[in-house]
């Protein structure tokens, strides 16, 4: 079965940067047929895509073009989001999310269609 565990939050100041990881095991089709996302949660706000990436590309929400970046090392079965500038806004519970490659629609980083979630790893961006 699937599994997920994020890790990499923290707090940090404005301008500040984290990388968060996404580690995968448990997988029954071969890693690199996973489209894997970013996802957060800030309080009374609904969960939104970050960043999402499948077969080579990768999708980005607008509020975070230019400050994060996504990646994935197949080998060790992770994938890392990079971000820069942090700003207050960026505050949440970041999670990563899984779903077959094949039914992930470029350009649609949302939470619908993702079946495997992490437990999750708080950000928080404050002075």
């Known amino acids: 079965q699937l599994q997920l565990v994020e890790s990499g939050g923290g707090l940090v100041q404005p301008g500040g940067s984290l990388r968060l990881s996404c580690a995968a095991s448990?997988?029954?089709?071969?890693?690199?047929?996973?489209?894997i996302g970013w996802f957060r949660q800030a309080p009374g706000n609904v969960r939104e895509g970050v960043s999402c990436?499948?077969?080579?590309?990768?999708d980005y929400a607008d509020s975070v073009k230019g400050r994060f970046t996504i990646s994935r090392d197949d080998a060790t079965h992770t994938v890392y989001l990079q971000m820069t500038s942090l700003r207050p806004e960026d505050t949440g519970v970041y999670y990563c999310?899984?779903?077959?490659?094949?039914?992930?629609?470029?350009?649609?980083?949302?939470?619908?269609?993702?079946?495997?979630w992490g437990r999750g790893t708080l950000v928080t961006v404050s002075s």
């Open positions: 999310a899984a779903k077959y490659h094949g039914i992930y629609r470029s350009g649609f980083c949302v939470p619908d269609g993702f079946g495997t």
């Open positions: 448990g997988f029954s089709l071969p890693y690199y047929k996973y489209a």
């Open positions: 990436i499948s077969d080579g590309s990768a």
